[in-house]
């Protein structure tokens, strides 16, 4: 009886609710999917493999190893569903791989990595990892204003395209475009392998196709602008389950 009067009570749900987020995997062909699903058949985790590597490897003048510091990689569980994040010492909102160069460079005394190199996506994907399945966090009352100038990005009209994202990814989702479907776009599952490139890459890297997509200059790798994109990304996705690493047609 109790489940019955329960059953009703979320029957009537949809009457004032939004449309449900969804993650792109859910518009993946079953093929694709499985490849997600079943570790063993997803490149992606040679890049894990190769994180785990990283993690424990002593390196620069500290000759201290990721794992020295933070000990198990484990213990970082839940910390990419918050990112980017605020950082008092920093004075700003930095992304999981600018952390990452940070502590290479300031923590380790090594020689700096590039964002988008195989070491920085490597220990990225180890990182996200550790955190799949829990729920992506919205923004903090500290990323508010970078949460602000991300929403305003993502309603700018952009490209000899003029669209913006939000054009497509509120007001198209679940249309179809050249072939391929118009996810909410979701970033669930970054570093992720793309079936396209081959390759595992980051969000920005994602944007970054997006923005040329529309004939616009995409911002480069670790702006403000791509921060701040990301910060409204991971707020209006809240919720949903990390990927990470996901697969992506
Ligand atoms: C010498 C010690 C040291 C080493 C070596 C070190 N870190 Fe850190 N790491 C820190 C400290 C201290 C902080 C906290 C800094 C802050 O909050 O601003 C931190 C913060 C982090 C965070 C953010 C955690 C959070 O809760 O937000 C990540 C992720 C991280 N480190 C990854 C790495 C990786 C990957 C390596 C190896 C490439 C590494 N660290 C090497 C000391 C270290
Ligand atoms: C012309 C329509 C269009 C515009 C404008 C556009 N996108 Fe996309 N976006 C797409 C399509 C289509 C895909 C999926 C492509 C695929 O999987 O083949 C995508 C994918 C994404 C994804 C990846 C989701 C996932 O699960 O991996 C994110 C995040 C995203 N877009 C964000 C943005 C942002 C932010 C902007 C604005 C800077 C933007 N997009 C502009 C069409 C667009």
């Keep these: 009886m109790r489940s019955l009067i329960l059953a009703l009570c979320l029957m009537s749900l949809p009457a004032w609710a939004q449309a449900p987020k969804t993650s792109s995997f859910d518009l993946m062909k079953p093929e694709t999917q499985a490849m997600q699903r079943d570790d063993a058949s997803n490149p992606a985790m040679l890049w894990i493999a190769e994180g785990r590597t990283l993690w424990s490897e002593k390196a620069g003048a500290s000759r201290k190893a990721c794992a020295d510091c933070h000990g198990d990689v484990g213990s970082l569980r839940g910390v990419a569903v918050r990112y980017p994040a605020f950082k008092a010492t920093q004075h700003k909102v930095i992304t999981l791989d600018q952390q990452i160069q940070i502590c290479r460079v300031q923590e380790q005394k090594a020689d700096p990595w590039a964002l988008e190199s195989r070491p920085v996506l490597a220990l990225s994907a180890l990182i996200g990892l550790q955190s799949r399945g829990l729920a992506l966090l919205p923004a903090t009352p500290a990323e508010a204003s970078t949460l602000a100038q991300g929403r305003a990005l993502y309603e700018e009209r952009r490209g000899q395209m003029n669209l913006s994202c939000a ?74 389950p990390l990927e990470t690493p996901a697969i992506r047609p």
């Design 167 to 240: 054009q497509c990814h509120d007001d198209n989702a679940g249309k179809s475009l050249g072939g391929a479907v118009i996810p909410q776009g979701h970033p669930t599952g970054y570093p992720l392998y793309r079936l396209e490139w081959q390759d595992l890459g980051s969000v920005e890297r994602r944007l970054r196709n997006c923005m040329v997509g529309v004939r616009s200059e995409p911002y480069p790798y670790g702006s403000p602008e791509m921060v701040a994109l990301e910060v409204f990304l991971r707020d209006r996705a809240a919720g949903l």
